[in-house]
T-cell receptor, first 115, second 112 residues
Framework: DTAVSQTPKYLVTQMGNDKSIKCEQN?????MYWYKQDSKKFLKIMFS???????INETVPNRFSPKSPDKAHLNLHINSLELGDSAVYFC??????????????FGPGTRLTVL | QKEVEQDPGPLSVPEGAIVSLNCTYSNSAFQYFMWYRQYSRKGPELLMYTYSSGNKEDGRFTAQVDKSSKYISLFIRDSQPSDSATYLCAMSASGSNYKLTFGKGTLLTVNP
């Protein structure tokens, strides 16, 4: 019974392609996130959705577009992939107002390699 | 200056050692302080949290926050090989949609 799942786990693609990563959580949380972790392990937030509404939108190229069809799903579409997009992308979820420290539960990550 | 600074290590210690991991930060609005642990090729998981200044203990782990110095620490007593992981500090401020700002993580290896 996976809490936060992502597909695919690995993604290898050519520069210029468009790709999507999917995320689903079965924890009943109201908030979901996308993070990018670069080769130096630096974890940086990209987007956050609360009840399908975008609440955090960091400085990210507009080639990245998140979509939340419902509270349990948050997908990430990337257009015109570039070499610098190679990273591990983590999805996470939390119940935003349940605990002030906002414990986030992370998925296993999607390792994206752009050639 | 980055909002959160963390020495990336790597840090290698013998089993049973006391480990000290630290972060400094510049944003005085941060009130919630967390430590996440990330095993290789896995997602981070919450290890400990503290609110504002003070200490918190949980088994072999102790988290300390000194808001006056903008400095937080995680101590691991009697370290075990299973503690080998990357440790990331994370912080948030109220009114920011509780956005987490992470440090770069410290890679810890505990040798048997």
């Amino acid at each position: 019974d996976t809490a936060v799942s992502q597909t695919p786990k690995y993604l290898v693609t050519q520069m210029g392609n468009d790709k999507s990563i999917k995320c689903e959580q079965n924890l009943g949380h109201d908030t979901m996130y996308w993070y990018k972790q670069d080769s130096k392990k630096f974890l940086k937030i990209m987007f956050s959705y609360n009840n399908k509404e975008l609440i955090i939108n960091e400085t990210v190229p507009n080639r990245f577009s998140p979509k939340s069809p419902d509270k349990a799903h948050l997908n990430l579409h990337i257009n015109s992939l570039e070499l610098g997009d190679s990273a591990v992308y983590f999805c996470a979820s939390s119940q935003l107002l349940q605990a002030p420290y906002n414990e986030q539960f992370f998925g296993p990550g999607t390792r994206l390699t752009v050639l | 200056q980055k909002e959160v600074e963390q020495d990336p290590g790597p840090l290698s210690v013998p089993e049973g050692a006391i480990v000290s991991l630290n972060c400094t930060y510049s944003n005085s609005a941060f009130q919630y302080f967390m430590w996440y642990r990330q095993y290789s090729r896995k997602g981070p998981e919450l290890l400990m949290y503290t609110y504002s200044s003070g200490n918190k203990e949980d088994g072999r782990f102790t988290a300390q926050v000194d808001k006056s110095s903008k400095y937080i620490s995680l101590f691991i007593r009697d370290s075990q090989p299973s503690d080998s992981a990357t440790y990331l500090c994370a912080m948030s401020a109220s009114g920011s949609n509780y956005k987490l700002t992470f440090g770069k993580g410290t890679l810890l290896t505990v040798n048997p």
